[in-house]
């Protein structure tokens, strides 16, 4: 090979490491990111959760925008999200948490959640004062000692008649009766649901919860309310479910009330209205606690039923009103009971 040629090829190889090593920019894989996560994600007040964060390829910076209140920390592959306090004035009840992550290449990648914050009143840390007792007919609601219960969080006020036949004037008592065997009043204070006599009948098979007795006819003493006059809060949901009094009855009928039927297309209505603090009516909500109507109805509800009462709006009061298929006019034969438990208040 001659000289001249072996220079000119010498200098391609040269020219060529140069100038590729000078030329080429570092290769950066766009970022993805994905939180494990439901759409709507439901904390209490203070309460904090860690969620499972998914993170591919190059990214310069990461940032995490929160509703007021709320707080939100990504460390390494967990997010953890903090709701804000009850007391908190600033805060916003729901909104959306996004993890942006910054790339690169001008290539952002975003992931983003709902969430919702309530104070939840289980009743699970009532005062032994409370209980309705000492047996599941519940002597200490008529004795005039039997005051209510009120939650101190929310300041919601769950009213039970002191005056004149007690809790026969309708109300609203805790309890932690379970007998699902007994039929008749002396076992009004039971819910349907749980193991038999276990006392876990509350909602997801705790111990407590709420029961109330509506008369049909005169002021039914069957409320609950915000203590301040003046105060109104949306009450996001509840549950609700039978006490026994009711089911033993419905299924078999007894002195008073027939038993229920497909044929008969019978059902079972608790309406929930709400009251403002002016006196005016919000809205009404409807829950069928039995219901034969159709041949593919439900039949009666022996499990622990989640109700929206966000269409009450925001309310100072809310009224319990009872109907049945069986009863005439303000008379209703069967059993004006139902049991409540895990009341959500917005605060």
């Known amino acids: 090979m001659n000289r001249k040629l072996l220079s000119s090829i010498l200098f391609v190889l040269v020219s060529t490491f140069f100038f590729s090593s000078c030329s080429d920019d570092p290769v950066y894989e766009d970022p993805t990111v ?21 993170i591919s390829g190059d990214y310069v910076a990461s940032e995490v925008t929160v509703p007021s209140g709320w707080k939100a920390v990504l460390d390494g592959s ?27 290449n001008d290539l952002d990648a975003t992931a983003a959640f709902e969430v919702k914050a309530y104070h939840l009143i289980t009743f699970e840390d009532v005062a032994e004062q409370y209980l309705a007792g000492p047996t599941a007919y519940g002597e200490n609601l008529y004795n005039g000692d039997y005051s209510g219960y009120l939650d101190p969080v929310s300041n919601l006020f769950f009213h039970t008649t002191t005056e004149g036949y007690g809790f026969a004037s309708g109300g609203i008592a805790i309890s932690q009766w379970n007998d699902m065997t007994t039929a008749g009043y ?10 038999n006599n276990m006392k876990n009948g509350g909602f997801d098979h705790s111990r407590t919860f709420a029961v109330s007795y509506c008369p049909t ?26 006490n026994t009094y009711a ?34 009516t919000t809205g009404e909500v409807e829950v069928y606690l039995a219901d034969f109507r159709s041949s593919d109805a439900g039949g009666i509800l022996k499990e622990w039923k ?3 009462l966000t269409p009450l709006g ?34």
Request: hydrophobic residues 35%; negative net charge.
């Open 78 to 104: 967990i997010l953890t999200v903090t709701a804000p306090a009850a007391d908190d004035r600033n805060k916003e009840n729901e909104g959306m948490i996004t993890l942006m992550l910054e790339g690169h």
């Open 186 to 195: 002396t076992n009004q204070c039971s819910v349907y649901f749980g193991d």
């Open 306 to 308: 989640k109700v929206d």
């Open 247 to 280: 089911v033993l009855s419905m299924e078999n009928g007894d002195g008073f009330a027939k038993k229920f039927s497909y044929e008969d297309k019978d059902w079972f209505k608790l309406t929930i209205t709400g009251v403002s603090a002016s006196g005016e």
């Open 314 to 347: 925001k309310v100072n009061r809310i009224d319990f009103s009872m109907s049945s298929s069986d009863g005439s006019g303000m008379w209703m034969n069967t059993p004006a009971y139902f049991c409540m438990d895990n009341v959500a208040v917005t605060l």
């Open 34 to 54: 994905a939180v494990t996560t439901e759409a709507q994600e439901i904390f209490t007040y203070g309460e904090s959760r860690d969620f499972p964060v998914n």
């Open 217 to 242: 006819f005169g002021s039914s003493g069957a409320y609950m309310y915000f203590r301040d006059d003046n105060e109104e809060h949306i009450i996001d949901h509840a549950y609700f479910t039978n």
